[in-house]
């Protein structure tokens, strides 16, 4: 089976669900040329999508599709790579919200995102309803160097096959527990534990100075290895709500977009990513420090540190 496949053409509106703030051109300057010709289609079709989003969908049009969106073909978007696990990558309909939760359930403990993500991969594994869920999928393409960002779930992780095959040269963990390593083989890649479920007991998400702390590690990591030409797998259980949340905040570093239009891209290229409980309010707190100009120096200061150790740092004060 190919490992390409449709995205389904999204709705009007499409991540509507995650609030944010208004951009301010002044500071941040809209990059959309590591996206695919559907992602930005869908950008376009949205409702939600600010002007100067829109400005830079009409720049692009206006230029030759062919060097903008190097890596579309056919009206095909986001690479979809089904890993051989013994269950073909299934069908099914995954009927997420996209009206995510604007801010937190009434209590955030009480949601259990292993449980969701093992509703998702059963209904996946039953083929109950229509649609398409792929183990991983790809979301960016780094324009210069080729390298891709991915989302999927622990299968994909722990496929030594897929991995070689697709050069992922770093894994991004979003589980609670810091798990093993996936085996390695050929290059060496590079891991990052960032239990971003837990985002909400740091204690840090209060400022914007705070919030750029909590998630510099992710995105200075994953931005870091895309720029030399290694690829990123970003995953949790199904690769829908730690994994996408993780994804969306990356696409939000990398394209310079709010948080509403890095959701609908993320969902574009993954359509079972759902923004659920206090994982849909960290988008728009990051979009807060993104305006407030204090995301690159908190990425220094975690390189510095090693991306791991600013991590572990950050979430030990989710486990006090």
């Given amino acids: 089976k190919s490992r390409f496949a449709q995205t389904p053409t999204p709705k009007m509106g499409c991540g509507a669900a995650v609030a944010n703030a208004a951009p301010n051109p002044n500071i941040l300057k809209v990059d959309l040329s590591g996206l695919c010709a559907t992602q930005i289609s869908a950008l376009d079709a949205s409702d939600h999508t600010p002007q100067v989003v829109r400005d830079e969908i009409r720049r692009l049009r206006l230029a030759e599709t062919a060097e903008v969106l190097p890596f579309c073909d056919g009206g095909v978007s986001a690479v979809t790579t089904p890993v051989d696990t013994g269950v073909e990558a299934a069908r099914l309909t995954v009927t997420t919200n996209l009206t995510y939760a604007s801010t937190w359930q009434s209590d955030a403990e009480q949601t259990d995102f292993d449980q969701e993500g093992r509703k998702l991969l059963a209904a996946a594994e ?3 309803e229509v649609g398409e869920y792929f183990n991983l999928n790809m979301l960016w393409e780094h324009p210069e160097t080729g390298a891709r ?3 999927g779930n ?7 096959d897929s991995l070689m095959e697709l050069g992922i040269g770093g894994v991004v963990r979003c589980l609670d527990d810091a798990g093993k390593h996936p085996p390695a083989s050929g290059p060496a890649r590079e891991f990052l534990h960032f239990p971003i479920a837990c985002w909400h007991k740091t204690g840090l998400g ?3 100075k705070g919030v750029a702390k909590i998630v510099a590690p992710l995105v200075g990591f994953v931005s870091d290895l895309l720029v030399v030409g290694r690829s990123v797998l970003i995953h949790c259980l199904a690769g829908a709500h730690r994994a996408g949340a993780a994804g969306t905040l990356c696409i939000m570093h990398l394209c310079q977009l709010d948080a509403r239009s890095a959701a609908c891209v993320a969902k574009t290229a993954r359509p079972c990513i759902e923004l659920i409980a206090h994982l849909a309010s960290l988008p728009r707190k990051f979009r807060r420090a993104q305006l407030a100009s204090t995301v690159d120096s908190a990425v220094d200061d975690a390189r ?5 150790a600013s991590a572990a740092k950050v979430f030990a004060g989710a486990n006090r």
């Fill in 126 to 128: 039953s083929c109950a």
């Fill in 149 to 151: 960002l991915y989302v």
């Fill in 154 to 160: 622990e299968r994909a992780a722990a496929s030594r």
């Fill in 206 to 208: 209060r400022t914007a």
């Fill in 304 to 308: 510095k540190r090693s991306f791991q």
